[in-house]
């Protein structure tokens, strides 16, 4: 499910042991004096991971302030999974995440984001993979819950790789900022490392299963 932040619409459709594959799109702050119908033909947005999530600004755990609205507090090695129906819900006075150990970088990366003006479609339910690392205000919906965001630059990367891959089942943050300053008003995507994913082909035993069909054998 797509999220809003830092002047963005994303939606992470892969985070693996191999890898992460997002949709991003962009929509640039407003330059008047940007002559009418001028754009550039890309533009280049940087993302960052940390695996473990960085503590917050106040020095407190990545999961302070954070709380699944069915009740159960989040723990930053084994959290909830409550999250995932209905979401995640934040104090009010919660505190940015901080800048995390140089160690704990697993991706960081530029992306080439091409002019694509298209319309993004946006809706309320919560995201399966992960969620905002603090609140931001999202776009009003619609009937059925749903909405169009119009963007201005859209990409849908390939897998992108880890400099060191995480464990299955670690949590990792994802920052188009840095991570910085600490007051910025941007936030950032924290999401868990399936445990299975469709990077690696059949199995052995698939792959003879997959050879006694075609042979006609099975």
């Keep these: 499910m797509s999220q809003a932040g830092s002047n963005a619409i994303f939606d992470f459709l892969q985070i ?7 949709v ?5 702050p407003t330059n008047a004096q940007a002559s009418a119908g001028s754009r550039l033909p890309a533009i280049y947005w940087r993302i960052q991971a940390a695996s473990p999530p960085p503590r917050r600004a106040d020095g407190s755990e990545w999961t302070s302030g954070m709380l699944p609205i069915d009740g159960q507090a989040l723990e930053p090695s ?35 984001v091409p002019a694509d003006p298209v319309k993004r ?57 840095r991570f910085w300053p600490p007051e910025r008003e941007s936030v950032e995507f924290i999401g868990r490392v399936q445990e299975r994913c469709d990077c690696d082909g059949p199995t052995p035993a698939g792959q003879d299963q997959a050879a006694q069909a075609a042979s006609g054998s099975a």
């Excluded at 749903?146 to 990367?157: G, K, P, S």
């Design 16 to 22: 693996c042991r191999h890898g992460v594959k997002l």
């Design 24 to 28: 991003l799109g962009v929509i640039p």
């Design 78 to 112: 084994s959290p909830s999974a409550g999250w995932k129906n209905p979401g995640v819900r934040f104090a009010e006075d919660i505190a940015s995440l901080g800048q995390p150990r140089p160690d704990t970088i697993k991706l960081d990366q530029w992306l080439t």
């Design 121 to 177: 479609r946006f809706t309320g339910a919560p995201d399966p993979l992960g969620f905002l690392s603090a609140p931001y205000p999202q776009p009003v919906l619609g009937a059925g819950g749903v909405t169009d965001v119009q963007v201005d630059y859209n990409i849908a990367t390939e897998l992108l790789p880890w400099s060191t891959p995480p464990e299955p089942g670690s949590w990792v943050a994802f920052s188009f900022d």
